[in-house]
């Protein structure tokens, strides 16, 4: 059984930082890629960044620049360091693990407002 926790969403006025982290637990033979996706209310959730196990990262055009997307492989563990935040990067953002299946993680509410 594999298992993911996120940490780190929260409420952040516009231009500020926050740090997502999930970390995989269970039986993780080898892990191919570790992501993040994003779903807004009333939309589809959509790719934020992810991350392979050669570290080749990808990111959505929207977040270029102002997110970052890493990885500790020893703690199965993704970031996802989250700068100059807009209100329209509002959503529950979700963590993905690629192994032979994929899974995904319960969520964390990111809310940017003043």
Not at 88 to 101: F, G, I, S
Request: proline share 4%.
């Amino acid at each position: 059984q594999v298992h993911l926790v996120e940490s780190g969403g929260g409420l952040v006025q516009p231009g500020g930082s926050l740090r997502l982290s999930c970390t995989a637990s269970g039986r993780i033979p080898s892990i191919r890629a570790m992501g993040w996706y994003r779903q807004a209310p009333g939309k589809q959730r959509e790719l934020v960044a992810d991350i392979t196990s050669g570290g080749s990262t990808n990111y959505a055009d929207s977040v270029k620049g102002r997110f970052t997307i890493s990885r500790d492989n020893a703690k199965n563990t993704v970031y996802l360091q989250m700068n100059s935040l807009k209100p329209e990067d509002t959503a529950v953002y979700y963590c993905k693990l690629v192994l032979a299946y994929i899974y995904w993680g319960q969520g964390t509410q990111v809310t940017v407002s003043s």
